[in-house]
């Protein structure tokens, strides 16, 4: 057994590459590898938004990831400083910026790129996907 | 040390900055619209050195109706192929 990270760098519906991320995490879990940690930069932060409402036909990425994330309790990391610029922000963000909601869907943390060099340092591979 | 390397696109500049870094004993993975350069008429822009296997994306082919028209050198995975594929080289470099 591997460990992978994956860092995913696309918003859902923007591009193809969240989607082939969601798809190769599906792929490493089926082979009975592990998922280190999924981290999500830049505009791939909108994978955790909890306020995406995709036409009930077509494939619901945020929640889908959060399904995977939950059955295989992977540690899912939201980079702070993407989210927060982007407005995708967790309860504890929520209070201490005095805004009015959080979108982060449960299931997701945020946290910092400390993590991300964590995953480099750690895991058997890490593979990136980028718009 | 052989290596993995990911592109998702066809620009050229990008193609041309890859291409240059492959060594034998490497692969290169075609997914996304990067697929594309499978066909015949995009030859030039995927010439590779001898030794470096070049593979497209099963799923990306089929979505986009070329599977039967790639050039028959270049072979294709699957998800669990690419997996397989990651942990066969010694990392994996996505081209952005």
């Keep these: ?131 | 040390m052989s290596t993995l390397h990911v592109i998702n696109k066809s620009d050229a500049a990008l193609w041309s900055s890859c291409v240059a870094t492959l060594s034998r004993g490497d692969s290169l993975l075609l997914i996304e619209d990067a697929v594309y350069a499978g066909l015949p008429e995009q030859q030039q822009n995927v010439f590779v050195p001898d030794g470096v296997k070049l593979i497209a994306l099963a799923e990306d082919l089929a979505v986009r109706g070329i599977s039967a028209k790639i050039r028959p050198e270049i072979g294709n995975t699957t998800y669990s192929g690419f997996v397989a594929l990651s942990l066969a080289h010694e990392r994996v470099v996505s081209w952005q």
Excluded at chain 1, 29 to 42: T, V
Excluded at chain 1, 72 to 78: F, L, P, W
Aim: hydrophobic share 45%.
């Design chain 1, 1 to 131: 057994m591997s460990s992978f990270a994956l860092v995913i760098q696309g918003a859902p519906y923007s591009s193809q590459s969240a989607l082939t991320a969601y798809r190769y995490c599906e792929a490493v879990l089926k082979a009975g590898h592990n998922i280190h940690r999924l981290f999500f930069y830049q505009d791939g932060v909108h994978n955790a938004s909890g306020f995406c409402v995709p036409p009930q036909d077509e494939f619901h990425l945020p929640r889908a990831w959060q399904r995977l994330i939950q059955q295989h309790q992977i540690d899912a990391v939201v980079c702070v400083a993407s989210a927060l610029k982007r407005g995708i922000v967790d309860q504890a963000e929520t209070q201490r910026h005095l805004l009015t909601g959080s979108n982060m869907l449960p299931g997701f943390s945020i946290g910092g790129l400390g993590l991300l060099m964590d995953a480099l340092a750690n895991a058997d591979r890490v593979v990136t996907f980028a718009p």
